[in-house]
């Protein structure tokens, strides 16, 4: 190639970088270490890099931009043109967003998976009504008890202040005789540290970014659930990029999925060791406490559950529960 052909090239793509370069901003409320963030933060290279220059993405981690149970409507309104967010945090709004933290539904990756699958549809449409694409969906490990003492039953936990993320942690703690608060992870820290809660459900993820060993003993490995964080984006700032950009970005996110659901699964027992390395007590949980759960907690949440979200809802749980 000619050196005066190589210059053209190069002034070329100058030029077309200067011409229209799109910035989106990505919210999300975790911690930059978390896996969620690291693998967000990828996605978001990936697309820059696939985009040639006409999109510049900008992750914003640990709540910076907005809170977590604000995000939604914030890429809804375009504010920030990506965010991800809990789905559950949003279940008041549309019970399918929900599913994915029904206590022992789905509670191995795999189930997960499947889960995911069934629901996919029913997402992606209440989504679209809203203005809304999702752009993949990645879980969070399996959910554990983190306590103070341990417990033969959940009775045990009767009158403990309760961290709730989400309406069926909240239900949770109603069953158990627990007192419900509700924090979000960022806020999770002070929660433990002014003595706010004492006891909650969260991954081993969420146990380790919180420093959850400077304040709780122990950690049972229940494997209740794994609620799902979703990316999103505003359909319009996605429409509005070029033909090949659209493909850019939707080819990077498909990686991302792909590539979280590994991270998230080979993490849980990483983020475990972590936690017993922090000197936290890692306990499997007994043949009573897990019958426990599922009599006191799971059925009553999932029979609770389809009432309220219809024959839409049932129409998931049957899809999933296909064989
Ligand atoms: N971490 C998030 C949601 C589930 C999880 O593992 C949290 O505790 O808020």
Redesign the pocket.
């Known amino acids: 190639m000619s050196k005066l052909s190589l210059a053209a090239i190069v002034l070329g793509g100058i030029a077309a970088t200067a011409q229209a370069q799109t910035k989106w901003d990505i919210a999300s409320a975790y911690p930059t270490s978390n896996f969620h963030t690291e693998n967000l933060t990828q996605f978001a290279k990936d697309v820059e890099q696939a985009a040639g220059g006409k999109l510049r993405v900008t992750v914003h981690a640990n709540a910076a931009l907005f809170k977590a149970p604000d995000i939604k409507r914030a890429v809804q309104g375009n504010q920030a043109q990506v965010g991800e967010i809990?789905l559950v945090n949003y279940q008041n709004e549309w019970q399918g967003y929900g599913v994915d933290g029904l206590p022992f539904l789905a509670d191995s990756y795999p189930e997960a998976r499947k889960l995911y699958q069934a629901q996919k549809p029913a997402l992606e449409k209440k989504l679209g009504e809203q203005g809304i694409m999702l752009l993949y969906a990645v879980p969070?490990?399996p959910?554990g008890l983190f306590v103070k003492k341990p417990i033969s039953s959940l009775a045990d936990l009767k009158g403990s202040k309760w961290r709730a993320?989400s309406p069926a942690t909240t239900r949770m703690a109603e069953l158990i005789g627990a007192q419900p608060v509700t924090v979000?992870?960022a806020d999770?820290p002070q929660a433990m540290a002014t003595g706010a809660v004492e006891s909650f459900m969260?991954?081993g993820?969420?146990g380790y970014d919180s420093k959850t060993y400077e304040h709780i003993k122990y950690y049972y490995n229940t494997q209740a659930w794994l609620?799902k964080n979703a990316v999103i984006v505003n359909r319009k700032a996605f429409e509005s990029l070029d033909e090949a950009t659209q493909q850019a970005v939707r080819k990077a996110a498909a990686a991302a999925e792909e590539r979280g659901w590994k991270t998230s699964e080979a993490k849980d027992r990483e983020y475990v060791g972590l936690l017993k390395k922090n000197g936290m007590e890692i306990v499997e949980p007994s043949p009573q406490l897990k019958t426990d759960m599922r009599k006191m907690v799971g059925e009553p949440i999932l029979k609770e559950w389809l009432q309220k979200a219809g024959p839409e809802g049932q129409a998931v749980v049957d899809a999933y529960k296909k064989p």
């Open positions: 809990l969070w490990p959910q993320y979000q992870a999770l969260t991954s993820a969420t609620p």
